[in-house]
């Protein structure tokens, strides 16, 4: 059985290789799915849309992180709970799958290499920051999505133009 493969978008076979996976770097980025349930992995499964951020052409894919749950990994869940407004810091609370979707926040993603030898991009140990993280400041965001007093400061200012110099 013959099907279709459309590899026009590369240029080396390397470009391929890079091809499906996200590139490195620091982005803008939405909940849109939080699986706690055990249900197919032994681990939460996060998918994270890619808003904005520092890597071009990176925006509308996704990025799905897996978490896992145990005691040496808790304080990466609740990095990322805090980083995307779930919970406080000092808060102690059951976080359920509501409580993260549609949340916005940053996270940091670099290639790691897995003890098997393959090289994958994750986000890093600590790569979660809120929307407001001074340390974010010039990471690019969806304009859309910023909180509606800052969306007003980057706008262009328009002057009126009294017509007096026609």
Known sequence: MAFEIDASAFDTEDQAREGGRMQPGTYH???????DSFERFDKIVATFDILAGTTPEQEGRQHIE??????????????????????????????????????ELFIVLDKQKAKDGKVYTNI???????????????????????????????????????????
């Open 66 to 103: 897996y978490f896992a749950v145990s005691e040496k990994a808790m304080p990466r869940l609740v990095m990322v709970t805090i980083a995307a407004g779930a919970i406080k810091p000092g808060e102690v609370k059951d976080v359920q799958p509501g409580d993260m979707l549609g949340r």
């Open 124 to 166: 890093t140990w600590d790569g979660f920051y809120s929307m407001d993280h001074p340390d974010m400041a010039s990471v690019p965001q969806l304009i859309e999505s910023m909180p509606r007093a800052e969306a007003e400061q980057s706008e262009p200012v328009v002057e009126e133009d009294d017509l007096s110099d026609l």
């Open 29 to 35: 980025v939405r909940v849109t799915g939080w699986d």
